[in-house]
């Protein structure tokens, strides 16, 4: 009987001498998308099926909300880059389109990524997001990259 504490007590004592190690750090990149147009709209954000089908994922979003389209987590050291978006969302191709609908499903914006070069806001074009880059210099060191496409009521006017 006496030794069951004792063994319990070497057990623990072991059992804490072997530290579990975390998962080891890594970068992460994260895009949003915001409703800044005073009414409530519907996102169509092109995808790619495993079959490689083209379709839309679809998302209601009331005025000032907005909505978490993708993320990656990316190695330590590793360059976080903007047009990783579109490999996640499966390599969407030059025809693709980002579309914005009343509520009621009338068109009131089309961004073609073919037209990203193109002068003025566009969807696909990187500068016509907000980015946000946080540092945290921890235990584990990371940084953490928001990228951030507000859709304004200038944007859907016809």
Not at 29 to 53: A, D, H, M
């Amino acid at each position: 009987m006496r030794r069951l504490p004792i063994v319990t007590l070497l057990l623990t004592v072991l059992t804490m001498s072997f530290r579990c190690e975390p998962d080891p750090p890594y970068n992460r990149g994260r895009w949003f998308v915001e409703n800044q147009t005073g009414q409530t709209i519907v996102l169509k954000i092109p995808r790619y099926s495993i079959e490689e089908k083209y379709h839309f994922s679809d998302h209601t979003l009331a005025f000032w909300e907005y909505v978490y389209i993708t993320g990656h987590h990316f190695e330590i050291g590793e360059e976080l880059r903007f047009e990783y978006v579109f490999g996640l969302w499966g390599n969407v191709g030059k025809d693709s389109a980002f579309e914005v609908y009343s509520i009621d499903g009338t068109l009131l914006k089309k961004w073609i990524r073919s037209d990203d070069e193109l002068s003025g806001k566009q969807f696909f074009n990187e500068s016509s997001w907000d980015m946000d880059r946080s540092e945290f210099d921890d235990e584990y060191p990371h940084i953490d990259i928001l990228w951030t496409f507000h859709i304004t009521e200038e944007d859907i006017i016809q």
